[in-house]
């Protein structure tokens, strides 16, 4: 690999991990939030967000000849064990769980942002996270709503 393919590798592995804290997050608030509905919906992202784990993994094999290993990011992980001990002090309203779930999609959103101005991003890769980016935009708008239905 070169130093451009390096770059692009460990930008995409980076995105991956987001997609990873995605899926556990969303998985892990549907597990806390009371309200059915809401429930299916975080469930349905956690799949979302592993299939553009899988999709990202099946590219990053075709290109590279290799795939990274699985696994969240430092920055996740710890984002997970805040909602964990936030969860602990004030429970779990709805509102605390959507409002972490925007503050994760208002990252992740950001991380494919700064991802995709990238020039020696390949177009392969620019399409991809041009398409997730535009779900993780509309998930962020369901977010949003689901916010001010329950203040």
Not at 41 to 51: M, P, T, V, Y
Not at 65 to 86: F, N
Request: with cysteine; aromatic share 8%.
């Amino acid at each position: 690999m070169n130093d451009s393919q390096k770059k692009v590798y460990s930008e995409i592995k980076g995105i991956m991990k987001i997609c990873k804290d995605g899926e556990v997050g969303y998985r892990n608030a549907a597990e806390r939030i009371e309200e059915e509905s809401t429930s299916t919906l975080f469930l349905r992202l956690s799949q979302q967000r592993k299939a553009f784990y899988s999709e990202l993994e099946r590219e990053v094999e075709i290109f590279f000849g290799e795939a990274p290993l699985p696994g969240t990011s430092i920055k996740g992980d710890m984002h997970h064990i805040w909602q964990d001990v936030k969860a602990t002090f004030t429970g779990n309203s709805a509102e605390e769980i959507i409002e972490e779930c925007i503050r994760g999609e208002k990252a992740a959103l950001k991380e494919y942002e700064t991802v995709l101005i990238k020039q020696e991003m390949p177009l392969a890769f620019q399409e991809i996270l041009a398409k997730q980016g535009s779900l993780i935009k509309s998930a962020l708008a369901q977010m949003e709503l689901l916010e001010t239905a329950v203040d």
